[in-house]
DNA sequence: GTAGATGCAAAGTATTTGCGACAAG
DNA sequence: CTTGTCGCAAATACTTTGCATCTAC
Protein backbone atom coordinates (compact mmCIF):
# COMPACT_ATOMS: atom_id res chain seq x y z
CA UNK A 1 0.00 0.00 0.00
CA UNK A 2 1.54 3.40 -0.92
CA UNK A 3 1.06 6.41 1.28
CA UNK A 4 -0.95 9.17 0.49
CA UNK A 5 1.99 11.35 0.09
CA UNK A 6 3.43 9.14 -2.60
CA UNK A 7 0.25 9.36 -4.40
CA UNK A 8 0.28 13.07 -4.25
CA UNK A 9 3.88 12.81 -5.46
CA UNK A 10 2.77 11.06 -8.52
CA UNK A 11 0.14 13.73 -9.24
CA UNK A 12 2.44 16.44 -9.08
CA UNK A 13 5.08 14.57 -11.76
CA UNK A 14 7.20 14.53 -8.21
CA UNK A 15 9.91 11.38 -9.00
CA UNK A 16 9.56 8.89 -6.27
CA UNK A 17 12.92 8.06 -5.31
CA UNK A 18 13.78 5.92 -2.79
CA UNK A 19 15.04 8.62 -0.20
CA UNK A 20 11.82 10.68 -0.88
CA UNK A 21 9.49 7.13 -0.39
CA UNK A 22 11.31 6.86 3.40
CA UNK A 23 10.83 10.76 4.34
CA UNK A 24 6.99 10.42 3.14
CA UNK A 25 6.60 7.18 5.39
CA UNK A 26 8.53 8.72 8.17
CA UNK A 27 5.98 12.15 7.89
CA UNK A 28 3.17 9.95 7.26
CA UNK A 29 4.35 8.02 10.63
CA UNK A 30 4.78 11.00 12.79
CA UNK A 31 1.66 12.49 14.65
CA UNK A 32 3.76 15.52 16.05
CA UNK A 33 5.62 18.18 13.92
CA UNK A 34 8.96 17.56 13.80
CA UNK A 35 11.62 19.92 12.77
CA UNK A 36 14.31 18.80 10.23
CA UNK A 37 17.15 17.31 12.96
CA UNK A 38 14.16 15.26 14.39
CA UNK A 39 13.09 14.19 11.10
CA UNK A 40 16.21 12.92 9.81
CA UNK A 41 16.94 11.22 12.97
CA UNK A 42 13.82 9.32 12.09
CA UNK A 43 15.13 8.78 8.60
CA UNK A 44 18.43 7.73 9.22
CA UNK A 45 17.39 4.99 11.25
CA UNK A 46 15.60 3.26 8.06
CA UNK A 47 18.12 4.32 5.82
CA UNK A 48 21.39 5.71 7.32
CA UNK A 49 23.06 6.93 4.40
CA UNK A 50 20.43 9.80 3.43
CA UNK A 51 22.35 12.76 3.61
CA UNK A 52 20.74 16.15 5.62
CA UNK A 53 20.82 17.92 2.18
CA UNK A 54 18.44 15.53 0.67
CA UNK A 55 15.83 16.22 3.35
CA UNK A 56 16.16 19.66 3.35
CA UNK A 57 15.82 19.29 -0.42
CA UNK A 58 12.62 16.95 -0.26
CA UNK A 59 10.93 19.23 2.88
CA UNK A 60 11.01 22.02 0.87
CA UNK A 61 10.05 20.36 -2.35
CA UNK A 62 6.91 18.65 -0.56
CA UNK A 63 6.18 22.15 0.68
CA UNK A 64 5.91 23.55 -2.48
CA UNK A 65 4.36 20.65 -3.89
CA UNK A 66 1.66 21.13 -1.18
CA UNK A 67 2.34 17.90 0.25
CA UNK A 68 3.94 19.18 3.87
CA UNK A 69 3.26 22.75 5.66
CA UNK A 70 6.12 24.31 7.26
CA UNK A 71 5.96 26.02 10.34
CA UNK A 72 8.02 28.82 12.23
CA UNK A 73 7.06 28.47 15.32
CA UNK A 74 9.26 30.52 18.25
CA UNK A 75 12.31 28.72 18.81
CA UNK A 76 14.32 29.17 15.78
CA UNK A 77 13.59 25.83 13.76
CA UNK A 78 11.00 25.25 10.98
CA UNK A 79 8.91 22.47 11.91
CA UNK A 80 6.77 20.29 9.13
CA UNK A 81 3.40 18.24 9.24
CA UNK A 82 1.61 16.43 6.67
CA UNK A 83 -0.82 18.39 4.99
CA UNK A 84 -3.98 16.86 5.18
CA UNK A 85 -7.84 17.96 4.05
CA UNK A 86 -8.55 19.72 7.23
CA UNK A 87 -6.82 22.97 7.65
CA UNK A 88 -6.35 23.37 11.32
CA UNK A 89 -3.98 25.78 13.62
CA UNK A 90 -1.52 25.33 16.89
CA UNK A 91 -2.27 25.72 20.64
CA UNK A 92 1.46 25.97 21.88
CA UNK A 93 2.48 24.29 25.55
CA UNK A 94 4.83 27.57 26.47
CA UNK A 95 5.89 24.82 29.24
CA UNK A 96 6.24 21.58 27.65
CA UNK A 97 6.12 22.75 23.90
CA UNK A 98 3.55 20.57 23.48
CA UNK A 99 1.44 21.38 20.10
CA UNK A 100 -2.44 21.04 20.25
CA UNK A 101 -4.09 21.16 16.67
CA UNK A 102 -7.44 22.82 16.67
CA UNK A 103 -10.04 24.22 14.21
CA UNK A 104 -12.80 27.37 14.58
CA UNK A 105 -14.78 28.22 11.85
CA UNK A 106 -15.76 31.38 13.62
CA UNK A 107 -12.09 32.63 13.66
CA UNK A 108 -11.47 31.77 9.41
CA UNK A 109 -14.44 33.38 8.96
CA UNK A 110 -13.94 36.78 10.79
CA UNK A 111 -10.13 36.92 9.16
CA UNK A 112 -11.61 36.67 5.79
CA UNK A 113 -13.93 39.74 6.68
CA UNK A 114 -10.93 40.93 8.11
CA UNK A 115 -8.91 40.77 4.68
CA UNK A 116 -11.69 42.14 2.89
CA UNK A 117 -12.31 45.55 5.07
CA UNK A 118 -8.78 46.39 3.90
CA UNK A 119 -9.79 45.26 0.06
CA UNK A 120 -7.10 41.99 0.05
CA UNK A 121 -8.44 38.84 -0.68
CA UNK A 122 -6.76 36.06 2.00
CA UNK A 123 -4.97 33.94 0.50
CA UNK A 124 -2.62 32.40 3.47
CA UNK A 125 -2.81 32.57 7.27
CA UNK A 126 -1.00 31.94 10.71
CA UNK A 127 -2.61 31.86 13.97
CA UNK A 128 -0.79 30.36 16.53
CA UNK A 129 -1.94 30.32 20.26
CA UNK A 130 0.81 30.25 22.90
CA UNK A 131 -1.01 28.91 26.79
CA UNK A 132 -0.13 27.63 29.98
CA UNK A 133 -2.32 24.93 31.10
CA UNK A 134 -4.55 25.55 33.85
CA UNK A 135 -4.79 23.43 37.14
CA UNK A 136 -7.60 21.26 36.88
CA UNK B 1 12.77 65.37 25.64
CA UNK B 2 13.63 61.97 26.13
CA UNK B 3 11.57 58.94 23.83
CA UNK B 4 8.66 56.56 24.88
CA UNK B 5 11.91 54.01 24.83
CA UNK B 6 13.83 55.36 26.74
CA UNK B 7 11.61 55.88 29.52
CA UNK B 8 10.39 52.55 29.66
CA UNK B 9 14.29 51.80 30.12
CA UNK B 10 14.95 54.03 33.15
CA UNK B 11 11.53 52.15 34.27
CA UNK B 12 12.85 48.51 33.76
CA UNK B 13 16.77 49.63 34.50
CA UNK B 14 18.23 49.22 31.59
CA UNK B 15 21.34 51.21 31.46
CA UNK B 16 20.60 54.01 28.73
CA UNK B 17 24.02 54.11 26.36
CA UNK B 18 24.76 56.49 23.34
CA UNK B 19 24.00 53.18 21.32
CA UNK B 20 20.78 52.14 22.92
CA UNK B 21 19.30 55.92 22.24
CA UNK B 22 20.35 55.92 19.05
CA UNK B 23 18.43 52.46 18.47
CA UNK B 24 15.48 53.46 20.08
CA UNK B 25 15.19 56.94 18.43
CA UNK B 26 15.58 55.42 15.12
CA UNK B 27 12.77 52.84 15.98
CA UNK B 28 10.06 55.05 17.32
CA UNK B 29 10.82 57.11 14.23
CA UNK B 30 9.76 54.39 12.21
CA UNK B 31 6.71 53.59 10.89
CA UNK B 32 7.59 50.07 9.42
CA UNK B 33 8.43 46.66 10.68
CA UNK B 34 12.22 47.02 9.98
CA UNK B 35 14.57 44.15 10.02
CA UNK B 36 18.03 44.28 11.66
CA UNK B 37 19.98 45.05 8.50
CA UNK B 38 17.38 47.49 7.91
CA UNK B 39 17.83 48.49 11.33
CA UNK B 40 21.53 48.64 11.14
CA UNK B 41 21.43 51.14 8.03
CA UNK B 42 19.19 53.70 9.92
CA UNK B 43 21.23 53.63 12.59
CA UNK B 44 24.61 53.96 10.77
CA UNK B 45 23.63 56.82 9.45
CA UNK B 46 23.00 58.51 13.07
CA UNK B 47 26.63 56.48 13.99
CA UNK B 48 28.36 54.72 11.54
CA UNK B 49 30.43 53.79 14.36
CA UNK B 50 27.73 51.29 16.10
CA UNK B 51 28.31 47.43 15.30
CA UNK B 52 25.41 45.27 13.76
CA UNK B 53 26.41 43.30 16.91
CA UNK B 54 25.16 45.90 19.04
CA UNK B 55 21.88 46.22 17.32
CA UNK B 56 21.56 42.88 17.62
CA UNK B 57 22.13 42.78 21.03
CA UNK B 58 19.79 45.98 21.80
CA UNK B 59 17.07 44.62 20.06
CA UNK B 60 16.92 41.14 21.55
CA UNK B 61 17.45 43.16 24.92
CA UNK B 62 14.79 45.46 24.23
CA UNK B 63 12.35 42.65 23.02
CA UNK B 64 13.45 40.85 26.64
CA UNK B 65 12.04 44.18 28.00
CA UNK B 66 9.30 44.18 26.38
CA UNK B 67 9.83 47.45 24.75
CA UNK B 68 10.02 46.02 21.09
CA UNK B 69 7.99 43.14 20.00
CA UNK B 70 9.84 40.72 17.46
CA UNK B 71 8.15 39.35 14.08
CA UNK B 72 9.04 36.18 12.34
CA UNK B 73 7.00 36.47 9.05
CA UNK B 74 7.74 34.78 6.29
CA UNK B 75 10.79 35.54 4.30
CA UNK B 76 13.84 34.14 6.85
CA UNK B 77 14.61 37.76 8.89
CA UNK B 78 13.13 38.87 11.97
CA UNK B 79 11.09 42.34 11.71
CA UNK B 80 10.72 44.38 14.99
CA UNK B 81 8.38 46.93 15.87
CA UNK B 82 7.85 49.48 18.96
CA UNK B 83 5.50 47.81 21.58
CA UNK B 84 2.53 50.73 22.23
CA UNK B 85 -0.33 50.22 24.52
CA UNK B 86 -2.82 48.90 21.79
CA UNK B 87 -2.35 45.24 20.78
CA UNK B 88 -2.73 44.70 17.29
CA UNK B 89 -2.01 42.03 14.19
CA UNK B 90 -0.47 42.19 10.95
CA UNK B 91 -2.52 41.90 7.66
CA UNK B 92 0.61 41.25 4.85
CA UNK B 93 0.50 42.15 1.07
CA UNK B 94 2.46 38.98 -0.57
CA UNK B 95 2.80 40.85 -3.53
CA UNK B 96 4.45 44.15 -1.99
CA UNK B 97 5.10 43.20 1.31
CA UNK B 98 3.54 45.79 2.72
CA UNK B 99 2.41 46.00 6.01
CA UNK B 100 -1.09 46.72 7.15
CA UNK B 101 -1.93 46.54 11.39
CA UNK B 102 -5.27 45.84 12.30
CA UNK B 103 -7.47 45.24 15.51
CA UNK B 104 -10.22 42.63 15.69
CA UNK B 105 -11.39 42.46 19.21
CA UNK B 106 -14.03 39.44 18.39
CA UNK B 107 -10.97 37.28 16.86
CA UNK B 108 -9.54 38.32 20.36
CA UNK B 109 -12.06 37.15 22.14
CA UNK B 110 -12.31 34.05 20.10
CA UNK B 111 -8.92 32.90 20.69
CA UNK B 112 -9.07 32.91 24.51
CA UNK B 113 -11.87 30.91 24.50
CA UNK B 114 -10.13 28.88 22.35
CA UNK B 115 -7.22 28.11 24.23
CA UNK B 116 -9.76 27.27 27.38
CA UNK B 117 -11.90 24.91 25.66
CA UNK B 118 -8.49 22.62 25.78
CA UNK B 119 -7.72 23.71 29.26
CA UNK B 120 -4.99 26.78 28.54
CA UNK B 121 -4.44 30.15 29.69
CA UNK B 122 -3.99 32.11 26.84
CA UNK B 123 -0.85 34.19 27.11
CA UNK B 124 0.35 35.03 23.97
CA UNK B 125 -0.53 34.98 20.59
CA UNK B 126 0.55 35.32 16.79
CA UNK B 127 -2.17 35.90 13.80
CA UNK B 128 -0.59 36.69 10.52
CA UNK B 129 -2.75 37.18 7.56
CA UNK B 130 -1.41 37.02 3.98
CA UNK B 131 -3.62 38.54 1.47
CA UNK B 132 -3.68 40.03 -2.39
CA UNK B 133 -4.65 43.33 -3.28
CA UNK B 134 -8.03 43.18 -4.74
CA UNK B 135 -8.40 45.31 -7.65
CA UNK B 136 -11.00 48.20 -6.81
C1' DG C 1 19.23 7.67 -22.71
C1' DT C 2 18.35 11.82 -20.16
C1' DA C 3 16.66 14.95 -16.96
C1' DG C 4 16.62 15.19 -12.54
C1' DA C 5 18.20 13.34 -7.69
C1' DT C 6 21.82 12.27 -4.33
C1' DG C 7 25.91 12.64 -1.12
C1' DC C 8 29.49 15.16 0.29
C1' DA C 9 31.72 19.03 1.71
C1' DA C 10 31.98 23.78 1.14
C1' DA C 11 29.41 28.09 1.16
C1' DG C 12 25.67 31.06 2.61
C1' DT C 13 22.59 33.66 5.96
C1' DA C 14 21.15 35.25 10.20
C1' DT C 15 22.47 35.67 14.72
C1' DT C 16 25.43 35.04 18.92
C1' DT C 17 29.59 35.28 21.66
C1' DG C 18 34.56 35.78 23.75
C1' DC C 19 37.48 39.29 24.86
C1' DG C 20 40.03 43.45 25.92
C1' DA C 21 38.87 48.35 26.01
C1' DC C 22 35.51 51.59 27.66
C1' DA C 23 31.52 54.14 29.86
C1' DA C 24 27.11 54.64 32.87
C1' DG C 25 25.39 54.92 37.35
C1' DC D 1 34.86 52.19 41.40
C1' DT D 2 32.27 48.41 39.51
C1' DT D 3 29.19 46.32 36.60
C1' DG D 4 27.65 46.11 32.41
C1' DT D 5 28.36 47.59 27.35
C1' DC D 6 30.86 48.13 22.94
C1' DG D 7 33.36 46.93 18.75
C1' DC D 8 35.62 43.51 16.50
C1' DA D 9 36.24 39.20 14.61
C1' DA D 10 35.53 34.52 15.21
C1' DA D 11 32.00 31.15 16.15
C1' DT D 12 27.49 29.06 15.82
C1' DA D 13 23.07 27.37 13.97
C1' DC D 14 20.30 26.44 10.29
C1' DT D 15 19.89 25.90 5.48
C1' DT D 16 21.45 25.98 0.62
C1' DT D 17 24.47 24.75 -3.23
C1' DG D 18 28.33 23.12 -6.70
C1' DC D 19 29.80 19.12 -8.55
C1' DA D 20 30.58 14.43 -9.87
C1' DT D 21 27.93 10.30 -9.66
C1' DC D 22 23.85 7.73 -9.89
C1' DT D 23 18.81 6.50 -10.84
C1' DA D 24 13.71 6.80 -12.08
C1' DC D 25 11.07 6.96 -15.88
Redesign the pocket.
Known amino acids: MSSTIETKCKKKG???????KIIAKVMSDSNDHP???ELYNRVSKI?P??????V???V??FEESGILAKHDFKG???RYEELNEGHHDHLIDVKSGEIIEFVDNEIEELQKKVAEKYGYELVDHKLELYGIKKKS
Open positions: VKLTDQRNVDDKISIATYRTKLGKA
